[in-house]
T-cell receptor, first 112, second 112 residues
């Protein structure tokens, strides 16, 4: 399967600021997804990133808070905007090829 | 939307014994069922998957069964080893680059 490089791996941010997370895939993938995972919890889908169109957000997540870019078939970014301590979590990007999802290594975000 | 339930949430077994994790799904359109293993601090890794046109799939010590009528699928790990200790997630998807919905996870501990 393809390999996704995600960065940063971790960050500590001040509340009210924004952080952009990047994911680079070593091959073209049709769909990319962004997840949030609280420690000890399952993965919650934030949005589906489509190339050439606006991302599709799941219930409870909005574009103003989590803007996403997908400029081509190998790259995507997720921005966590106007951060609060409640945004502290692990954020994972995922690519999908014929149904098999593979993940970046995750970004551990702490908001202070 | 799809809802995936997973049981048990924690499972402790003696080394060499078998472990079984069970999941149910709600969307009859789902036709792809992957299982992921996530070690502490690492990304989820696909360990086995099954599609709706088969009832069982095996890969060495790991097997997955699917009952489409009952909307149940299960992961079976035989001859467990300490390195099998991790959190396991089941998931469901309707395929065709559709989003993957994850179960709540099972923390497996294999006691040496």
């Amino acid at each position: 399967s393809a390999v996704i490089s995600q960065k940063p791996s971790r960050d500590i941010c001040q509340r009210g600021t924004s952080l952009t997370i990047q994911c680079q895939v070593d091959s073209q993938v049709t769909m990319m997804f962004w997840y949030r995972q609280q420690p000890g919890q399952s993965l919650t889908l934030i949005a589906t990133a489509n190339q050439g169109s606006e991302a599709t957000y799941e219930s409870g997540f909005v574009i103003d808070k989590f803007p996403i870019s997908r400029p081509n078939l190998t790259f995507s970014t997720l921005t966590v905007s106007n951060m609060s301590p409640e945004d502290s979590s692990i954020y994972l990007c995922s690519g999908e090829g014929t149904g098999e999802a593979f993940f970046g290594q995750g970004t551990r975000l702490t908001v202070v | 939307g799809e809802n995936v339930e997973q049981h048990p949430s924690t499972l402790s077994v003696q080394e060499g014994d078998s472990a079984v994790i069970k999941c149910t799904y709600s969307d009859s359109a789902s036709n792809y069922f992957p299982w992921y293993k996530q070690e502490l601090g690492k990304r989820p890794q696909l360990i086995i998957d099954i599609r709706s046109n088969v009832g069982e799939k095996k890969d060495q010590r790991i097997a997955v069964t699917l009952n489409k009528t009952a909307k149940h699928f299960s992961l079976h790990i035989t001859e467990t080893q300490p390195e099998d200790s991790a959190v396991y997630f089941c998931a469901a998807s309707s395929g065709g680059y559709q989003k993957v919905t994850f179960g709540t996870g099972t923390k497996l501990q294999v006691i040496p």
